[in-house]
């Protein structure tokens, strides 16, 4: 009974690098989504997907990427990495887009120097 | 604009004592409420919602909360904390396929 998994659960990049942070879920959810915590600031969408094929930007899109090839894989992608990209990032997934409970990854903890 | 504003960023009580967490958003449509909890170094998972019907309700652990429509609230409370209720606690609301979450609110239950 998995849920929703993410890798790595740590990373340390220098800046200008590139990553690709994994999202997988095996609950055959439609909605996806990626949000970064930061203290102070709760969380904040990135991005989100209501299906295979369809994303869009939330509140903080810029300097990520995401696709959605599969329903099962949401992965983001951190172009050139910077510091203001230190943060931890968390997938979460909802059978329903806007009523339904969002089911979270254990996040993943990124520093960038 | 929509908005969630959490107003307490850390609430300590004693262990016993009731607690009340606020939360008031902002919307020119209807929304769907969420409080979520994250346990350290863990996910968030969801303590309870509001969709429709009573505005009274209940979730885990023994936590309910009331949705106020003329005062645009969904706060949170317990009538009796346990020290393993510390935890930060986000109040969410959702429209127009997005989420959009609080700030946290620090809940630290002193023994």
């Known amino acids: 009974n998995a849920g929703v998994t993410q890798t790595p659960k740590f990373q340390v990049l220098k800046t200008g690098q590139s990553m690709t942070l994994q999202c997988a879920q095996d609950m055959n959810h439609e909605y996806m989504s990626w949000y970064r915590q930061d203290p102070g600031m709760g969380l904040r969408l990135i991005h989100y997907s209501v299906g295979a094929g369809i994303t869009d930007q939330g509140e903080v899109p810029n300097g990520y990427n995401v696709s959605r090839s599969t329903t099962e894989d949401f992965p983001l992608r951190l172009l050139s990495a910077a510091p203001s990209q230190t943060s931890v990032y968390f997938c979460?997934?909802?059978?329903?887009?806007?009523?339904?409970?969002?089911?979270f990854g254990e996040g993943s903890r990124l520093t960038v120097l | 604009a929509q908005s969630v504003t959490q107003l307490d960023s850390q609430v300590p009580v004693f262990e016993e004592a009731p607690v009340e967490l606020r939360c008031n958003y902002s919307s020119s449509v209807s929304v769907y409420l969420f409080w979520y909890v994250q346990y350290p170094n863990q996910g968030l998972q969801l303590l309870l919602k509001y969709l429709s019907g009573s505005t009274l309700v209940k979730g885990i652990n023994g936590f309910e909360a009331e949705f106020n429509k003329s005062q645009t609230s969904f706060h949170l409370r317990k009538p009796s904390v346990h020290i393993s209720d510390t935890a930060e606690y986000f109040c969410a609301f959702s429209g127009t396929y997005k989420y959009i979450f609080g700030t946290g609110t620090r809940l630290k239950v002193l023994a």
């Open positions: 979460a997934s909802s059978v329903r887009r806007e009523t339904g409970e969002l089911f």
